[in-house]
Nanobody, 113 residues
Framework: QVQLVESGGGLVQPGGSLRLSCEAS????????MSWSRQAPGKQRELVASINTGGNTMYADSVKGRFTISRDTPKNIVYLQMNSLKAEDTAVYYC???????WGQGTQVTVSS
């Protein structure tokens, strides 16, 4: 059974940093492009960042230059390093595969003073 478990969310002040982690079960991890998306209350879900099996990355314009996605394939973990956080980054962040639609349960990130 495929499982994705996120961690690392929390409350942070504007300008601060957080690192989200997503641990994947099973050997499928190395075969998938992994992504982070977020959803704020009353807003549509937004694809934030993706990393393919070759390590190539893409970012939404809203986070480019502030967020970094990476993966540790031997450990089956994908990370999202978030710097210079803004109030508008407040959302539930989800780890997921682009193919086959596997999603984690989400982790809350709140940026507030």
């Amino acid at each position: 059974q495929v499982q994705l478990v996120e961690s690392g969310g929390g409350l942070v002040q504007p300008g601060g940093s957080l690192r989200l982690s997503c641990e994947a079960s099973g050997s499928f991890f190395r075969s998938y492009t992994m992504s982070w998306s977020r959803q704020a209350p009353g807003k549509q879900r937004e694809l934030v960042a993706s990393i393919n099996t070759g390590g190539n990355t893409m970012y939404a314009d809203s986070v480019k230059g502030r967020f970094t996605i990476s993966r540790d394939t031997p450990k089956n973990i994908v990370y999202l390093q978030m710097n210079s956080l803004k109030a508008e980054d407040t959302a539930v962040y989800y780890c997921h595969t682009l193919a086959d639609n596997y999603w984690g349960q989400g982790t809350q990130v709140t940026v507030s003073s």
